[in-house]
């Protein structure tokens, strides 16, 4: 069987452990792209990437490179290309310089590439992945955002936390919008089945929850430079793989809505289905009042910055 190829569009701090993890799971061979002044920059993390090879065994190849036509062919694109936040700042901040980029990036995939299945993470991430969508023309199963995956992960991690229990059991869900407004479903939060609700005060989960929604702000704030980078990339690399490998995975990501939750035509995060046709499907499910509300709420953030775009 021919190897898969992943491009990854941004070789900073997501892509470069993007690259990791991809080789490290086998999915295929990665290039890692990035602008003239940052090629050096991604061929010596590719090159370093390749005498890891030896000590874990893993037989693909990683390449860095500044010429879009190295991507021809590739099956999956994450995109990380743009800047990251700074402390004081919302991933909204990030829309001016970072729309211009997506432009960019999205014409030469749509050029080098126009069978993959891309995936964005750079911020503002909703406003991105639109702006992906509707630059490039792609059919909308094969353009997602990677936000709920992560907003999830942080969710998740927070509840083993304060449990103390295995993170592996923790299963929740974060909708809508990758900023302050989303949406953690704690109702249907369950440790191995049993269901949060029980195992933790409504006073604690109520933190909980406004902790998951500053979650990224909250190392932003340490780093002072930049932003997180391990836990995106694992998200993203879950996602190319239950793509790469048809696995079916439910996992919550900004997919196109059309009329899905009451939205009609922006990418907000719902639970997704991923396999080999791309997102395959969304779950829908039936929110509560307030849940639903917040979905509205988060919806107008999104619509908001989306409008920005004046796409
Ligand atoms: N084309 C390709 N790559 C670009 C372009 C471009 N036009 N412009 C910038 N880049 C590259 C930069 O050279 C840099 O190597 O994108 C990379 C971004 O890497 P980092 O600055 O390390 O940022 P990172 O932490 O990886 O985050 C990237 O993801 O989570 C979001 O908010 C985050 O928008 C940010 C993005």
């Known amino acids: 069987m021919a190897k898969h190829k992943i491009a990854l569009i941004g070789g900073g701090q997501i892509g470069g452990n993007l690259a990791l993890l991809a080789a490290q799971k086998e999915l295929g061979d990665v290039v890692i792209f990035d602008i003239p002044k940052a090629e050096g920059m991604v061929k010596g993390k590719a090159l370093d990437l390749m005498q890891l090879r030896p000590h874990d065994g ?3 190849t990683i390449t860095g490179t500044s010429d879009y036509s190295d991507i021809s062919g590739s099956d999956v694109i994450i995109i990380t290309a743009g800047i990251p936040r700074k402390p004081g700042m919302d991933r909204e901040d990030l829309l001016g310089i970072n729309l211009g980029i997506m432009k960019d990036v999205a014409s030469n995939v749509k050029q080098y590439a126009p069978d993959a299945f891309v995936i964005v993470i750079s911020n503002p ?3 991105m992945v639109y702006a992906f969508h509707k630059v490039s023309g792609f059919a909308k199963n094969k353009v997602v ?4 995956a992560l ?3 942080r969710f998740r991690a927070f509840i083993a936390m304060e449990t103390g229990y295995s993170v592996q059991d923790v299963t929740c869900m974060v909708l809508g919008g990758h900023g302050d407004t989303m949406v953690p479903i704690t109702r249907l939060a369950t440790v191995g089945g049993v269901p949060v609700t029980a195992l933790i ?3 604690r989960l109520k933190e909980i929850e406004d902790r998951t ?3 990224g702000g909250e190392i932003v704030k340490l780093f002072g430079n930049g932003s997180a980078f391990y836990a995106p990339a694992q998200s993203a690399i879950e996602m190319a793989e ?3 490998r048809d696995k079916k995975r439910v996992i919550p990501c900004a997919s196109l809505c059309e009329g899905e939750f009451g939205v009609d035509g922006y990418f907000i995060g719902v639970p ?3 396999g080999s046709g791309g997102v395959e499907k969304v779950l829908e499910f039936t929110l509560t009042d307030d849940e639903q509300a917040e979905l509205n709420n988060t919806l107008d953030a999104v619509k908001k910055t989306v409008g920005e775009t004046g796409l």
């Open 201 to 203: 005060s409504p006073e």
């Open 151 to 153: 907003d999830s992960g």
């Open 272 to 274: 997704s289905v991923i």
């Open 145 to 148: 955002g990677m936000a709920g």
């Open 58 to 60: 893993h037989d693909v």
């Open 125 to 127: 991430l909703d406003a």
């Open 242 to 244: 239950s793509y790469l």
């Open 213 to 215: 929604r500053v979650a």
